[in-house]
């Protein structure tokens, strides 16, 4: 059994075998070590779907559409007939259904419900992507689907909804759960617990920015809340050991309408199924 490492990233113990190979590119050239993070950086992991989600998959009414700008096809899963829309945005490694207890809450709360697989996730196609394609395919969502009364997103799903929202201001209202700040971080946090040179970081982050056209700080979801004006709530716990609650902090100090909702001892996928978290979402999305 390979050795691992004590770094971790997204919660998953990277293998040594990784790291070296890492190194070993990096001795060489730090663009082949780039490329060989690169390569890591945009696959998400697919895990097993839990039992307590499959009575909802298997209830959906699933459908395909196209998004041309990324060149993949998103599983649409869509539950509920009622006149108020929520839209629900997973994070990286999940899958439509993984918030499953908000999606059921809502159901019964009278909403029609969408949520998807993001790119190279689920059911939808394609092996690899990075966030820009999570925004795209939110946005294709939003201009078929929509208007939704709310969007709710965990993690990766939470900072794309602030992108989506800060530029395009689809959503009454949002939620974010356990969602992080600077994408800066997150590049160079990937890169370090590999234990490579911040030179790798940087010319991956080149990279992101000649593939958006766009400063990788303009991503960042402080800098987005700033433009948006609808109400927000912002979700963490303190003990979320993926993304640190001072994210929470610094996206909820730049919005003009937002809510803070701190929770202890839940991390960052507990929360999901919190009685008391799912709770809060209702009442906030009811205007209580």
């Known amino acids: 059994m390979a050795k691992?490492?004590?770094?971790?990233?997204?919660?998953?113990?990277?293998p040594r075998f990784i790291i070296n190979t890492?190194?070993?590119l990096q001795f060489f050239s730090p663009g082949l070590a780039m490329n060989y993070v690169r390569y890591l950086f945009q696959k998400p992991i697919k895990h097993k779907m839990p039992a307590?989600?499959?009575?909802?998959?298997?209830?959906?009414?699933?459908?395909?559409?196209?998004?041309?700008?990324?060149?993949?096809?998103?599983?649409?899963?869509?539950?509920?007939?009622g006149d108020k829309k929520a839209l629900v945005v997973h994070g990286w490694s999940g899958r439509a259904t993984q918030l499953y207890k908000i999606i059921?809450?809502?159901?019964?709360q009278g909403y029609q419900v969408t949520a998807f697989d993001a790119p190279a996730h689920g059911k939808s196609t394609g092996n690899k992507t990075m966030m820009p394609e999570f925004i795209k395919t939110v946005e294709k969502i939003a201009e078929k689907y929509g208007p939704f009364e709310v969007a709710i997103g965990h993690s990766m799903g939470g900072i794309t909804l602030l992108n989506v929202q800060g530029e395009k201001h689809p959503f009454k209202k949002l939620v974010v759960i356990g969602t992080p700040d600077s994408i800066y971080n997150i590049f160079n946090g990937f890169v370090e617990k590999l234990e490579l040179k911040?030179?790798?970081?940087?010319?991956?982050?080149?990279v992101f920015e000649k593939i958006t056209g766009k400063s990788?700080?303009?991503?960042?979801?402080?800098?987005?809340?700033?433009?948006?004006?609808?109400?927000?709530?912002?979700?963490?716990?303190?003990?979320?050991?993926?993304v640190p609650v001072i994210d929470a902090m610094n996206n909820y100090k730049h919005l003009k309408n937002g809510k803070l909702l701190r929770t202890k001892g839940l991390g960052h996928s507990r929360i999901l199924?919190?009685?008391?978290?799912?709770e809060e979402i209702m009442a906030f999305?009811?205007?209580?």
């Open 52 to 81: 307590a989600e499959k009575p909802l998959a298997d209830s959906a009414n699933i459908s395909y559409i196209e998004v041309p700008e990324i060149g993949k096809k998103i599983a649409v899963y869509q539950w509920g007939e």
């Open 4 to 14: 691992k490492s004590k770094n971790q990233q997204g919660g998953v113990r990277i």
């Open 216 to 242: 990788i700080f303009d991503f960042h979801g402080s800098k987005q809340a700033e433009k948006i004006n609808e109400p927000v709530l912002v979700i963490h716990d303190d003990n979320d050991k993926e």
């Open 104 to 108: 059921n809450t809502l159901l019964e």
């Open 285 to 288: 999305v009811s205007g209580e």
């Open 22 to 24: 890492g190194k070993f």
């Open 198 to 206: 911040p030179i790798v970081a940087e010319k991956l982050i080149a």
């Open 273 to 278: 199924k919190d009685d008391k978290v799912v």
